[in-house]
């Protein structure tokens, strides 16, 4: 029987080293096998899944489990306990999203074929690069952990010469391993009488694995403290209240947790001072960038451009950060940009237009690109996003020239 990676996590705490789940093949028919771990504190409760979906729970630290076939199959245990067991699983069931990108594929034609090699775009949606290759003929293979996103593979047949195929065909992979953070987190108004401080923000944008938010701060200085939650905010709201009489500089951060109580590890937060009444802002955004345009560049970049309008400013623009699409249609990706130009230096507020222009990462040739932009400040604050273009990538090589000839000639006019 082949095993696959096995790999395991405490509920709230950190991963069980690979190394310290034991898998013993009993080698019956129908396969069976003893699954065994390290206890992680008295009266826990193990909830094990095989191949991603709950197969048992137990107070034990083993358990036989029953396969449904020969071949390669994953282990996780996750702790719930200390606890008694749980009269309903359906939030076990669901509450483990993949982190690993699984590919299957029908084998090659030929029968020179001596492994297959895998290539992705790291979620980045640009050209894609070598990321592993099976070991001999297999037909599925399976990635490391993966970051949340969207991700594009290829699979390219190599023959025993070690001539590659780069296959036509791509597929798209979706890792939502923790929720989504939420984002523009606001504070809308502060209650002197009451030393009651009002947030907004906006939700995540996959809310059905959503169970809520925690709220955290830096009572006043320093760093956020996101060991200790100062609020919990249900699923399906926008906005919360905070008691806040002390002064300082304080910073107040959200994040989303899911039905596993994991968390997102974005950092979502707004700063102000105290020092009296009423509250001061300290961290306002720059102005909506305008006139975005994007022009295909060399090697399968873009050339991107904008106008920064600094008159009216609130805070000063100190760069302008690019986002775009995946060139198949879906949203547009926020929280990595393609591309980064800097607003010159100039006067906060005065009436000007600076023009900023960036490359982009290289992208899919021939997919159409939906571009969007922001102007951040020096904190790394940013406006709101500005109207999108689009724009059509062109990877294509021009053809070569042929029939090239050289003579020598005299020429004189």
């Not at 492994?115 to 599925?140: N, Q, R, V």
């Not at 906006?202 to 938010?213: F, K, L, R």
């Not at 992208?363 to 500005?386: I, L, N, W």
Request: aromatic residues 10%; charged residues 20%; glycine residues 10%.
């Amino acid at each position: 029987m082949k095993w696959g990676r096995k790999w395991g996590n405490i509920w709230g705490s950190d991963a069980i080293p690979d190394n310290k789940i034991k898998i013993t093949d009993m080698e019956n028919s129908p396969p069976e096998a003893i699954v065994s771990w390290p206890e992680q504190g008295t009266n826990s409760l193990y909830h094990v899944y095989v191949d991603g979906k709950l197969y048992s729970q137990t107070t034990a630290t083993s358990i036989l489990v029953q396969l449904p076939s020969y071949g390669r199959h994953w282990f996780q245990i996750i702790v719930g306990g200390p606890a008694s067991y749980d009269e309903n699983l359906s939030a076990f069931a669901t509450a483990i999203p993949g982190g690993r990108a699984k590919l299957t594929w029908d084998e090659s034609g030929s029968t020179d074929i001596k492994y297959y090699a895998i290539y992705y775009d790291a979620g980045l949606g640009g050209a894609l690069s070598y990321l592993g290759e099976t070991k001999g003929l297999e037909t599925e293979w399976i990635s490391e952990e993966l970051s949340n996103g969207t991700y594009i593979f290829r699979v390219d047949p190599v023959d025993r010469a070690e001539n590659r195929k780069q296959s036509s065909s791509t597929t798209t992979v979706t890792i939502a391993k923790y929720p989504n953070p939420p984002s523009g987190l606001e504070i809308e108004s502060y209650d002197e009488d009451h030393d009651l401080a009002t947030f907004s923000f906006v939700e995540s944008e996959m809310p059905p694995t959503i169970s809520g938010y925690h709220v955290y701060h830096n009572s006043g200085s320093g760093y956020i403290d996101y060991s200790t939650v100062q609020k919990n905010v249900a699923s399906g709201e926008n906005g919360f209240t905070l008691e806040i009489s002390t002064s300082g500089k304080w910073a107040v951060g959200i994040r989303s947790y899911n039905s596993s109580y994991e968390e997102d590890n974005v950092d979502v937060f707004v700063e102000f001072e105290l020092s009296g009444s009423p509250i001061d802002l300290l961290d306002e955004q720059p102005n909506i960038p305008g006139s975005l345009d994007a022009i295909p560049s060399s090697g399968g970049t873009f050339e991107l451009q904008c106008s920064y309008l600094a008159s009216e400013e609130k805070a000063k623009a100190t760069a302008i950060n690019f986002y775009a699409d995946n060139g198949l249609g879906g949203e547009i990706n926020y929280t990595s940009a393609v591309a980064s130009g800097t607003v010159e230096d100039h006067t906060m507020g005065e009436n000007s237009i600076i023009k900023v222009s960036a490359i982009s990462v290289a992208m899919v040739d021939g997919r159409t690109y939906t571009f969007s932009c922001k102007a951040s400040s020096a904190t790394g604050r940013e406006s709101d996003e500005s109207e999108t273009t689009t724009g059509i990538c062109d990877a294509t090589v021009p053809d070569d020239i042929s029939n090239l000839a050289g003579e020598a000639v005299n020429y004189d006019e």
